[in-house]
């Protein structure tokens, strides 16, 4: 996961925390995670296809 945030030009510090915010959302909203995980493979999908195609 922190080497895709590198990829994307955020630092670890910020890594950290959007893991932790994340994480607290999960905890606070379980059916959030759903639509999380839906978004990261999105968003993983899209970057793979971009930077693959170079």
């Known amino acids: 996961m922190i080497a895709l945030f590198k ?6 510090t910020a890594a950290a ?4 915010v994340v994480g607290a959302l999960i ?3 379980p059916d959030l995670l759903a639509y999380l995980v ?3 493979l999105i ?3 899209l970057l793979k296809l ?3 195609a170079k």
């Open 7 to 12: 990829k994307l030009g955020i630092g670890e």
């Open 17 to 20: 925390i959007i893991m932790i």
């Open 27 to 29: 905890l606070w909203k």
């Open 38 to 40: 839906a978004a990261y």
């Open 43 to 45: 968003i993983v999908g």
């Open 50 to 52: 971009v930077v693959g």
